[in-house]
């Protein structure tokens, strides 16, 4: 039997053991994914994150609303028996498939649903391909932020539709928790989401670590950690110096929240003997962002320049697995509060910056919208102490008369108040209140 045919014949018994196969559908998600006849549906997030879990819902939904199972191919493109497959063979696929049911080839829809697709070169051309000559629709998933629209538009003509998954945000696990958490909230039910608020805490957002003990937990995050970093760095970029990207994750993460520069890390690699020059390592922080592990905030400036040439910040995907990775000394639980504000924003919103006002005073994130400042953002564990309480107001309401906004909030571990300042208000609110009020999506 040729390779060709062996490959076909494990292609068809992927595709016939899915099918017997009861679908593990999890917490449903709340992200509003909608499907355009013509384009491949795209969902790209860190690994982990639970976008296979969501594919299977979609499966699910699909299956009650009349589909046939035999309607379903769905490959998981790191299956190791598929691992040759290349951009030259990947028509191996829908021959496999096709031989199976040939009777439905040109006049059923068939849904393809291709996990972690970007596992396979020379994938785009084979998408574009099925969606021109076969009556299909494509979901795919991904780990990498080039799966963007605009990243594969060239190769895919404009054939895709991109929609970012992160992490359970706080509302997704109330829903795991199974703990109502729409409209006003009662005595009991406020106490049950309080006490929900300290489990996300501690435990963070990825589904599968929600209900394990610490232990557990923190050797479940360190796996996430060197996977992606070995498989969506190393290996993706065939990185020949791997242990200066795993020393420059690991300093980020104990630097999460704080400012950096391109400078500064080179002189760190350069201290630990790694010869890496300012370019590579440039390189490494597009990769981490491109991983969604790590992500980079810019200085809120309408010049490009100096926006490239402040300091930036760093984050982290999810501020649970920098408690579980980091080395504990720089990291402190401010740090880790401002990381979960972020992670709440960028979930919603693409482009965040920090804010620094013209006398010097920071603001962790300035949100913009169509271009124009919306939303000032100050994470701040506690204002019991007049000196923090006098720095972070006066830093807000410096920002807001600059950008002539009338409000700002301030993020804090728990307290409700209301400060009046020149020309506006600043809302101080407790953390899982700030997570509640978000927008579910910011469609």
């Known amino acids: 039997m040729t390779s060709g045919n062996q490959l076909i014949e494990t292609i068809k018994s992927i595709i016939l053991d899915f099918q ?3 679908l593990e559908t999890g917490v449903p998600r709340r992200l509003r994914i909608e499907t355009l006849h013509g384009k491949a549906t795209v969902c790209i997030g860190v690994r982990r994150s639970g976008k296979s879990t969501y594919m299977f819902q979609v499966i699910q939904r699909l299956l009650e609303g009349g589909v046939s199972r035999q309607n379903i191919l769905y490959l998981n493109c790191f299956d190791d028996r598929i691992h040759t497959l290349q951009q030259d063979n990947l028509g191996l696929i829908t021959e496999a498939y096709y031989s199976l049911y040939p009777e439905k080839k040109n006049t059923e829809t068939v849904y393809c649903f291709f996990d972690e697709i970007q596992a396979i070169p020379g ?3 084979f998408i574009d391909r099925l969606m021109r000559t ?31 998954m992160f992490p359970f945000s706080f509302r997704e696990f109330l829903d795991y928790k199974g703990i109502e958490s729409e409209g006003a909230l009662s ?7 309080q006490k929900a608020f300290e ?18 937990r923190i050797k479940t995050h360190q796996e996430y950690f060197h996977t992606i970093l070995f498989r969506d760095l190393v290996e ?16 980020l993460v104990d630097n999460t929240a704080s400012l950096y520069s391109v400078n500064s890390l080179t002189g760190y690699l350069k201290s630990l003997g790694h010869k890496a020059p300012k370019s590579a390592v440039s390189d490494y922080l597009e990769w981490f962002e491109d991983a969604y592990v790590l992500f980079t905030v810019r200085i809120f400036d309408p010049s490009l320049a100096r926006r490239n040439a402040n300091p930036k910040k760093i984050y982290c995907i ?11 000394m720089l990291v402190n639980s401010g740090h880790l509060l401002e990381n979960l504000v972020f992670t709440a924003l960028r979930s919603l919103y693409p482009e965040l910056y920090y804010y620094k006002t013209r006398t010097g005073r920071e603001v962790d994130f300035i949100v913009p919208m169509r271009g124009l400042p919306q939303m000032l953002v100050q994470a701040c564990e506690s204002l019991a ?19 002539k906004l009338t409000t700002g909030t301030i993020v804090t571990r728990s307290g409700h108040e209301r400060i009046e300042v020149d020309g506006g208000t600043i809302e101080v609110v407790p953390a899982w209140r700030f997570l509640l009020d978000l927008p579910e999506s910011t469609g």
């Open 134 to 164: 076969e009556q299909c629709e494509v979901f795919l998933t991904g780990s990498s932020a080039k799966m963007l629209s605009k990243e594969i538009a060239t190769q895919m003509r404009g054939r895709a539709l991109s929609w970012e």
């Open 236 to 251: 993706r970029h065939d990185v020949s110096h791997p242990k200066a990207v795993t020393d420059l994750a690991h300093w």
């Open 20 to 22: 017997d196969t009861p």
């Open 385 to 403: 102490n007049p000196q923090t309480r006098k720095r972070e107001t006066a830093a807000l309401g410096e920002a807001m008369a600059e950008l």
């Open 123 to 125: 994938w785009e051309r």
């Open 187 to 193: 005595t009991k039910k406020r106490f049950l989401v």
């Open 318 to 328: 999810d501020h649970a697995l920098v408690t579980s990775v980091s080395s504990g």
């Open 199 to 216: 489990a996300y805490w501690e435990t963070g957002g990825f589904p599968e670590v929600a209900g394990l003990g610490r232990n557990l």
